[in-house]
């Protein structure tokens, strides 16, 4: 009962008292170090959650957990990083509704990743995005081919927005089923609709090999103006 009652122990761990100055210099390190680690990481990496949503759970959690567990953590320490990320809360947030810049540099923007039936190259590389983990995000919202989306978007939140073409209005497209798409190659075998296996291009092109006026790819697959079934 006695060790229970050592306050000094409990709270301080018997550091100095002094030591909460560097307890809070260590959390605003570590909480931008968090932040721009996850910033780094892009958006797929903390689908659902914003990044500045994850930098503040994975913060609280840890300064949370360690006095629970550990006996050399101090439970004053611990409560002062949970203040100083609470403050940093506050700031940024502030920060955000004051400064467009700020905030997308946060939490980042809205991106349009498909246009009219085809990928907008320049966005698609940016954000990184793996084809097989995008071309997954639209079979599951039944697509078959891009020549049925008109738009698709990279929200902030790392989630896939997809608008589409009515059934009159729907092109021929790059197919997105594993079936097609791995059908794909530099040689045309016969003419047709073909459709850029990077971005998507759909043209007519004769037999032989040809080089994508967009992305500058020579890859083909053949392309489909199948219906969208719901």
């Known amino acids: 009962m006695n060790n229970f009652l050592e306050w000094d122990r409990i709270f301080y761990n018997d550091l100095p008292e002094n030591f909460i100055l560097e307890v809070i210099f260590r959390s605003t390190i570590m909480f931008l170090i968090l ?12 689908k659902q959650l914003s990044i500045f949503e994850t930098v503040i759970i994975i913060a609280l959690g840890s300064a949370a957990g360690d006095p629970m567990f550990y006996e050399d953590v101090g ?6 990083v949970c203040m100083v990320i609470i403050i940093l809360y506050r700031l ?25 039936g085809k990928f ?21 919202k039944s697509v078959e081919h891009l020549g049925q989306v008109k738009n698709a978007f990279l929200e902030t939140s790392g989630d896939v927005s997809v608008f589409f073409y009515a ?27 073909y459709s850029c296996a990077f971005c998507g291009h759909t043209t007519n092109q004769k037999t032989g090999t040809a080089v994508c006026e967009i992305c500058s790819k020579e890859e083909w697959v053949s392309a489909i103006k199948t219906l969208r079934i719901t």
Request: with cysteine; aromatic share 8%; hydrophobic share 40%.
């Open 167 to 193: 059934d009159h209005e729907v092109l021929y497209g790059l197919p997105i089923l594993p079936s097609l798409f791995h059908k794909k190659s530099k040689t045309i075998p016969a003419d047709g609709v």
């Open 120 to 140: 907008s190259v320049t966005t698609f590389e940016k954000e990184s995005l793996a084809q097989d983990e995008f071309f997954s995000e639209l079979r599951i």
């Open 35 to 46: 932040l721009l680690t996850l910033k780094l990481a892009g958006k797929r990496g903390v």
């Open 75 to 80: 439970i004053l320490p611990a409560g002062v």
């Open 92 to 116: 940024v947030t502030w920060l955000t509704g004051q400064s467009k810049v700020f905030e997308e540099f946060i939490e980042g923007k809205t991106e349009c990743i498909i246009k009219e």
